[in-house]
């Protein structure tokens, strides 16, 4: 069970975005506490899973249809 740990500043380096777009848009909408990142021994900081944080965005970036909503998340209907 080997997975790779990033900080916000990791990804952001990885997926070409912004760490203030992780952490104020992504994070929470897209981006899940317990698939794509944890909060290691119950603290503020943010550890991302980078092998399900490609997984999904790989998955939803080959044209599966999804509603866009207001708040920024998306309908997978």
Known sequence: ???TYLT???LS???KYDPRTIRERLKDSVLLEGVHYVRPF???KILYIW???ERDMLKHSQ???FIP???G???RG
Do not use: F, Y
Request: glycine share 20%; proline share 0%.
């Open 42 to 44: 119950g603290g503020r």
């Open 13 to 15: 380096g990885r997926i």
């Open 51 to 53: 092998e399900s944080v």
């Open 73 to 75: 998340g998306a309908c």
């Open 63 to 65: 044209g599966s249809a």
């Open 8 to 10: 916000t500043e990791e």
């Open 69 to 71: 909503m207001a708040n």
């Open 1 to 3: 069970m080997a997975e």
